[in-house]
C-alpha cells in the first residue's frame, strides 16, 4: 500500500511534467513480452480463456479464411463455456440478479456490428454479426437486440448458472462493489486477427462488471472504446473498466497513434498512460485496471496494461497457441 501511496506522491510531483510528456512518464515496473516480428496469419486474445478461443480461430485461419470470421467462431468459445464467469453463459449477473450482455464485431473495411444490454442470448456475437450484415445499424440495444435476435432464428436461455447464482447471493449480503478487474477476476474476451491476405477484423464480448447497476453497458459494444479495426492501420481491443476506456475512446486511440508510425506496443502504452493521468484522483482508480492488445496491418503485435496480471494469448505459425504476459506501468 506504501508503494502505491509513493507513486501517486510522485506523480502528483510531478504535475505538468509528467501530464504532458506521455510515454516519458516514469514505468517503476515494465516486465511482460513487448510484441512480435509480423506473421499472417495471427490472432491474438485476451486472458487465458484466449487459448481455447485462438485454437477455435485458428482453424479458419490455417485453412485460408476470413479473418472476420475466425474472430467471431473464436469468441463464441468463451461465451458458451459456463467456467468463463465475466463471458455469456455463465457470467456474473448484475445486482438484480439478471445477466446482460455486450457484444461488437468489426473487419478492415470498418464494416460493423454490436449489440448491448442483451438477455437470454448465448451467443451475442453472433447477433452482433448479423446486425452487421443484415441491417443498417451498427448497434441495437436490449428488447430491441432480443426482438432482432429472435427474428434471425436464435432461442432465448437461462444464462445465470447456479455458481454464478450462488456467489451473487453471496455478494449481495455485503453488497461491495469495487468491479476488481484482473488476472483472478477476467472481464471480456477481446479478440484481433489478420488473416492470409492481410484483412484485420476484431471481436469483443462480455456479461460486463460483475454486480453492476441494470442497464449499464460497459466499452465492449462500443466503436472507438472497446474495439476499433481499420484495415489501413490494424486493430485494437481492450479489457478492464470500461468507463476508463469509455472516456478515453481507447482503443481509437491505440489505431491513431499506430496510423502515426507506433508499434503496437506503443501505442497500447501510450494509451493506457493517458487513462493513468486521467484518472488519478478518482475514486476507482484503487481497483482501476486496463490493458490493451494491438495487431498492425503487417502482422505485428502488443500489449500493455496499467496494472500488473493482464495477460493474453497469441496463435501463430512461428511459436504456435501460447500466453504472455503484458508489459505494465506500475505495481502496488
Known amino acids: 500500500m506504501s508503494g502505491r501511496r ?43 480463456h484466449g487459448i481455447p478461443a485462438n485454437a477455435e480461430a485458428w482453424k479458419i485461419l490455417s485453412t485460408g479464411g476470413k479473418s472476420i470470421d475466425a474472430v467471431e467462431k473464436g469468441v463464441m468459445i468463451p461465451e458458451g463455456d459456463p467456467e468463463v464467469r465475466s463471458v455469456g453463459y455463465g457470467g456474473y449477473p448484475d445486482r438484480d ?25 448465448k451467443h451475442p456475437i453472433n ?14 440495444s436490449g428488447e430491441g437486440a432480443l426482438q432482432f435476435a429472435l427474428e434471425q432464428g436464435f432461442k432465448t436461455e437461462n444464462l445465470l ?9 453471496e455478494w449481495k449480503k455485503k453488497s461491495d462493489y469495487k468491479p476488481v478487474i484482473n488476472i483472478e477476476n477476467h472481464d471480456t474476451i477481446g479478440m484481433l486477427a489478420i488473416d492470409e491476405k492481410g484483412r484485420v477484423a476484431g471481436a469483443c464480448t462480455t ?49 491513431e497513434l499506430m496510423r502515426n508510425g507506433m508499434s503496437p506496443f506503443d501505442a497500447c502504452k501510450e494509451a493506457t498512460h493517458r487513462i493513468y ?56
Open 97 to 121: 440478479g439478471h445477466v446482460t450482455l455486450d457484444a461488437s464485431i468489426m473487419d478492415y473495411n470498418m464494416d460493423t456490428g454490436a449489440v448491448c444490454f442483451l438477455e437470454g442470448i
Open 127 to 140: 447477433v452482433a454479426r448479423l446486425v452487421m450484415d443484415k441491417t443498417p445499424h451498427v448497434m441495437l
Open 207 to 255: 456479461s460486463g462488471a460483475s454486480w453492476k447497476m441494470h442497464g449499464r453497458v460497459g466499452d465492449s459494444p462500443i466503436v472507438g472504446a472497446g474495439l476499433f479495426v481499420d484495415g489501413e492501420v490494424g486493430g485494437a481491443t481492450a479489457t478492464g473498466l470500461g468507463e476508463a476506456v469509455i472516456r478515453t475512446a481507447g482503443s481509437a486511440i491505440v489505431v
Open 6 to 48: 509513493n507513486f501517486i506522491k510522485m506523480a502528483l510531483m510531478g504535475g505538468a511534467a509528467v501530464a504532458s510528456q506521455g510515454l516519458k512518464a516514469r514505468t517503476l515496473k515494465a516486465t511482460g513480452f513487448k510484441g512480435n516480428s509480423g506473421s499472417k496469419p495471427l490472432v491474438i486474445s485476451t486472458w487465458n
Open 277 to 332: 493521468k486521467q484518472h488519478k484522483g478518482r475514486p476507482e482508480f484503487d481497483y482501476l485496471q486496463v490493458g490493451f492488445i494491438a495487431i498492425n496491418k503487417h502482422g505485428e503485435y502488443g500489449s500493455y496494461s496499467l496494472r500488473k496480471g493482464f495477460n493474453y494469448a497469441v496463435f501463430d505459425e512461428k511459436g504456435g497457441n501460447r500466453m504472455e504476459d503484458a508489459v505494465y506501468y506500475y505495481e502496488e
Open 161 to 169: 448458472t447456479e455458481k454464478s447464482k450462488k456467489d451473487w447471493e
